[in-house]
């Protein structure tokens, strides 16, 4: 039996109290039988394990928790706020004591006769538990990369099987060319076995220590993914919060939280979630209206305080709006004279000047010093955070319009999926929720979009980085084949499509920041450690966006001194028009459009062109027609057709060679690279 047996029960009660704290605030703003039924399922399992490990203390509340549900099994409506309070005191006190069997820890104070008012969370260090599963996070990375170091030997065994199939092929070879005998006949038999099963042994220890290394780098970044902690873990402590705080103040508020799946570093989250509460407080007692007024401003009764945690690159955002009256910036600039940091008389500060006091500190527009406002000391608290970890806030507000506060925290730690990608020998990886696509490209595709600076995609001309002139930038880029794949990335709704050598799949990537004094290319935002604790570059979306747009023209290459000929696009529809013209820039080509067959017609007869490609169903003068015409002209009839149509029928197909189409592309079958590929063939330089 365990030495300590109270061991797997903390873990169990820490989780059951977290449950049932968000389970009492779901209760509260989405009443029914179903939320009842499981704080009932939650109380019950927590009363069972603490009664076997004799905790007698937290058993009796659970019961008592129990008590105050049970009659409500079958009642959809709310429950009265005076059972809902005592339901909230139930669980901070159970809650005290889970916190009081964490070792080191000091027995739990002995239970208020009244209800508590509205609770600080625990935000200035992790709690105990959080320490010791950190500490069993590093234990096991520690284990695996014991367990790594161990695959050197098999490594270095496979280098020398290795040796060994080749020394068998000399002998073999050797073997062969000597006097033929019995003996020899028997010895090069035996020499080229055992080559063979030294080549496939060799190739199986190979394929199968890559094998391992691939699962145990994947285990490696789980277990490192564990050492952080989702967003979602500081929503509970908010919408408590915010609860505590309407009660007190007799409004109707509701409290939504979104992001919590980003996984953050815990000291950021928790330093956070500290600045959050007091804004999260000051957005229920400045921001929200009474019940009354927000009818009256024809505003829903029920006022709401959404917090949104998302990453920008190198940064997480924490926002908190509130559909409230605003900052009262004549109470702001009442006060700040008050105070003697306005002078009276003097002109109306700008609005951005009265919300940068509030961020100063000191100032608060409540009338008197409650337990959740007034002593204005909410948003100090969020522009000290900033200040130490080096972010900053920010501060939109309207007037009857609500308030949003922006915290952006640089990231210490991040946990993401990446797409790994190599170009001109460096491995890097790409966060993977910033990848919309991935392109195979062509040797002539690629080099089109080097030469252009852009690729097609989705109907457009993306422009197109070749990440190894990203990379290398101010150096000399690596020799290497070109751009094989292009990893088409967006960031603040643009797009970049970077080239690359080659994709070498995905990876669950523990990202650090950049040590200050290392110089790195724009485009790189972090660093993730390989099994061997080597430094692999992170990619930032927004640095490759604002990178090629640096670059602009510079990022593409000359074009060569004899051009193509131009190719002329003849089509009734604009959308057509315009995607199959990106397509041909994109691949270096110069193209003029015609809407119709008649103006196609006239533009052929005025300039040479390399092309013709053409629509079949337009008004007027039909694809077939505009063919068999330019065929017919003595001037036109070198200039090779390609016809474009939704028409796929055999017969529609033999007319268009009958009229001297060099070419019949289907547009429900349509294929960026055929139509190249047709197009190179045909357009001379």
Known sequence: ???????????????????????????????????????????????????????????????????????????????????????????????AYVSAIEPGEK???????????????????????????????????????????????????????????RAAETLADQLRTGRATAGTRAARAAAVRLAVDLGAFSRQLADTVEQAERELDEVRGRAERLRLVAASGIFTALHRAVRDAADAEGKRVRFEGR??????????????????????????????????????????????VLVTVERRGRYAAFLCTDDGRGFDLVALRRTAEARGLLTPGDPAPAE????????????????????????????????????????????????????????????????????????????????????????????????????????????????????????????????????GVAVVVAADDECVAVGVDRLAGTSTLVVRPLPELAPAAPVIGGVSMDLDGNPRLVLDAQGLVAETARLGTLGAVPSPATPRLPILVVDDSLTTRMLERSILESAGYEVDLAASGEEGLEKARSRRYGLYLTDIDMPGIDGFTFVAETRADPELSGVPAILVSSRASAEDRARGADVGASAYVVKGEFDQEELLAHIRRLVPA
Not at 284 to 290: A, P, Q, R, S
Not at 360 to 378: D, L
């Open 1 to 95: 039996m365990s030495q300590d047996p109270l061991r797997y029960f903390r873990v169990e009660a820490r989780e059951l109290v977290d449950q049932i704290s968000a389970g009492v605030l779901d209760l509260d703003q989405h009443p029914g039988t179903e939320p009842v039924a499981r704080l009932l399922r939650f109380a019950h399992t927590l009363k069972g394990a603490a009664r076997v490990v004799r905790q007698q203390e937290i058993a009796d509340r659970a019961h008592a928790f129990e008590e105050v549900l049970v009659p409500h099994r079958s009642d959809e409506g709310p429950l009265p706020a005076a059972e809902l309070r005592e339901l909230l005191r139930l669980n901070d006190e159970i809650e």
């Open 107 to 165: 027995p739990a104070p002995a239970p208020h006769p009244q209800a508590p008012g509205p609770r600080e969370a625990h935000a200035a260090e992790p709690a105990p538990a959080a320490r010791t599963a950190t500490a069993d996070v590093d234990d096991l990375l520690d284990a695996i990369g014991e367990a790594h170091a161990r695959f050197a030997p098999l490594r270095t065994g496979g280098l020398s099987l290795e040796r060994l199939h």
């Open 259 to 304: 992001g919590g799946d980003l996984r953050l570093d815990p000291q950021v989250l928790t330093l956070a979630g500290s600045a959050l509460l007091h804004i999260v407080r000051n957005a229920v007692v400045h921001g929200i209206e009474t019940e009354q007024r927000r009818v009256t401003a024809g505003k829903p009764a029920e006022g709401t």
């Open 352 to 483: 951005d000047a009265l919300v940068d006091l509030v961020l100063r500190g000191g100032i608060s527009t409540s009338p008197t010093v409650t337990e959740v406002a007034g002593r204005g000391i909410g948003l100090d608290v969020a522009r000290d955070v900033a200040e130490q970890l080096g972010g900053h806030v920010s501060v939109r507000t309207g007037t009857g319009r609500g308030t949003t506060i922006e915290l952006v925290l640089p990231l210490a730690l991040l946990s993401l999926h990446g797409l790994v990608v190599e170009a001109a020998g460096t491995v890097a990886s790409v966060p993977l929720d910033s990848v919309r696509t991935c392109v195979r490209l062509a040797p002539e595709q690629a080099a089109a979009a080097v030469m252009t600076g852009k690729l097609a995609y989705d109907g457009e001309a993306v422009p197109f980085l070749p990440l190894a002139r990203a990379l290398y930038a101010g150096s000399t880029v690596p020799e290497n084949a070109g751009p």
